[in-house]
């Protein structure tokens, strides 16, 4: 009868550890719900292990998605890519990529830029 309990104990386990082997992001710049005086040259994003960005785009407000070209090529724990030009307003930056071990992660980082450094 504990044969069977520990087996289902193990399995979890092994369940539970594969979930977390997806590259999370840690870290954005600009960070999830900020606001900004200024507009950012780059997005940069630190994932939780070595990762590849294969898409990124931005949108300002209900305007359309607009993808971000120049993806770098290299896999890393911290990527950087360059924006367009952004003026004032609310922007979403939605990304997806690839990690290591082949497991896609996306998400979504939101912020402000104020209309004249407010």
Request: charged share 15%.
């Amino acid at each position: 009868m504990k044969l069977p309990i520990l087996a289902m104990t193990l399995a979890a386990g092994l369940i539970a550890a594969t979930a977390q082997a997806h590259a999370h992001l840690e870290k954005s710049t600009p960070a999830d719900g900020s606001t900004l005086t200024t507009a950012p040259a780059a997005f940069e994003a630190t994932f939780s292990e070595a990762a590849r960005l294969t898409a990124l785009s931005i949108q300002k407000g209900q305007e359309p998605r607009q993808a971000v070209k120049d993806l770098p090529a290299t896999v890393g724990v911290t990527l950087r890519v360059a924006l367009p030009a952004l003026a004032p307003g609310v922007y979403t930056v939605v990304w997806r990529a690839v990690a290591a071990d082949g497991h896609v992660s996306s998400g979504a980082v939101h912020f402000t830029i104020s209309p004249g450094g407010r």
